[in-house]
């Protein structure tokens, strides 16, 4: 009978001991896996004492005995699953955490070339426009025979700069200046087309204003006006060669008359050109007023001259002597031949028998050939024994030819 109690008691007391076994299993800290090592070592070290203990188990309890061991079985199959999935939940915490901090640091770098390129629109869109000088409007003018060069005044401009750009060449000249405008003339070197523009210039040289627009500028150069005078016996003018000069204008004009001129060509390497004034002798006899101008060749960026001093010039000649003269009794006509290119009419003086003279004016019928009926001019029955003719000239500018006598037939 003792021994029979003692059996219902180790029955009794076997699943207490499972239970109380389990139960502090449950309160270990499964995230170290060390200590998840040693709790499996230690079930295993008590299921060992528990067979021992039950070793003289009877037959009649083996049944109970299995079942309790395959509930033990279970019980630690479903802790090793969780240790393993706590382990696995650990271990993603963890993963999650560190792609958590990645995910913090990319933010963060983007965040910052954000913000630096945020402020680099700022800087070089916003900030330059608002402290950049505002872009000059560039004019040209001339002033006592200068050409300069003008801009609006800018009280933020520290300096003004103009710049100048001869066509064809790579050389800028530049002019700094505190002035707004500025004379050029002593920067051209030659007459040619020329590119100009100007900009402010700003007090820490940072925020000059842009360049204004390039303004085109054509560069004349007048030439040299001749100098002229007239020869010892006033029949040639005399001036020096102009350089560049293509040719030359000998301007004419008498009192209250059109001016007109000769043209001759600059082809003399002499010293001094000379014009020959019987040219003028054409021309009505008086007192001429000449002016020599020199004529540049307009495609190589010269201006024509001004006109010289004045030289006064006397157009005066003698005319010319009479070349041949007939008188005719019967028709009483005289007729004769001198070389008249200055004018179709001729004034004449005529002696009759050495003593009348008589004077006129008589067209001439062909070149050079003129006819005068004399019987106006004779009284009724006189006989014409000798005759003498001349041109007679006006006196002032015009010297009479000497007498011609006349053939009576």
């Given amino acids: ?144 025979n200068q050409t300069r060069l003008y801009v609006d005044e800018n009280q933020n401009a520290k300096l003004y700069g103009f710049y100048i750009q001869k066509e064809g060449e790579s050389v800028v000249t530049t002019i700094s200046s505190d002035s707004n405008e500025v004379s050029i003339k002593s920067k051209l070197k030659e007459p040619g087309r020329y590119y100009v523009w100007a900009k402010y210039i700003s007090n820490d040289y940072k925020l000059s204003s842009d360049e204004s627009i390039k303004v085109t500028y054509d560069y004349y150069e007048t030439l040299d006006t001749p100098i002229a005078n007239l020869s010892q016996d006033s029949s040639q003018l005399k001036f020096n060669p102009v350089k560049n000069a293509k040719e030359y204008k000998i301007y004419y004009t008498m009192s209250n008359t059109e001016m007109n001129y000769f043209t001759i060509p600059n082809n003399s390497t002499n010293e001094n050109i000379v014009f020959d004034l019987t040219q003028l002798r054409t021309k009505p006899a008086g007192i001429y007023n000449l002016y020599v101008q020199a004529i540049a060749d307009s495609t190589k960026y010269y201006k024509n001259s001004e006109l010289g001093e004045v030289v006064e010039y006397v157009n005066s000649y003698k005319l010319e002597d009479i070349k041949s003269a007939s008188y005719d009794t019967n028709t009483k006509l005289l007729s004769f031949e001198i070389d008249s290119e200055k004018t179709n009419t001729l004034r004449f003086e005529i002696n009759i028998n050495n003593g009348k003279t008589i004077q006129g004016y008589v067209a001439s019928e062909l070149k050079d050939t003129y006819v005068i009926d004399l019987t106006p001019y004779l009284n009724l029955g006189t006989t014409v024994t000798s005759l003498k003719i001349k041109a007679l000239g006006d006196g002032a500018f015009v010297t009479s030819s000497e007498y011609f006598e006349v053939i009576i037939k």
């Fill in 1 to 144: 009978m003792e021994e029979k109690s003692n059996v219902n008691s180790t029955k009794k007391e076997m699943p207490e001991n499972i239970r109380k076994m389990f139960e502090a299993k449950k309160h270990q800290n499964s995230n170290a896996n060390a200590e998840v090592k040693e709790d499996e070592n230690k079930t295993v070290s008590e299921d060992l004492s528990f067979k021992q203990e039950n070793a003289d188990i009877t037959v009649e309890d083996k049944p109970l005995l299995d079942n309790a061991n395959e509930n033990a079985d279970v019980k630690k199959k479903k802790k090793k699953t969780k240790t393993k999935d706590e382990k696995l939940d650990s271990g993603n915490k963890k993963e999650k955490k560190k792609l958590s901090k990645k995910q913090k640091v990319i933010i963060s770098v983007i965040s910052s070339l954000v913000a630096c390129a945020l402020i680099v629109v700022v800087v070089f869109l916003f900030l330059p426009k608002a402290m950049k000088l505002e872009t000059p409007v560039l004019q040209i003018y001339s002033l006592s």
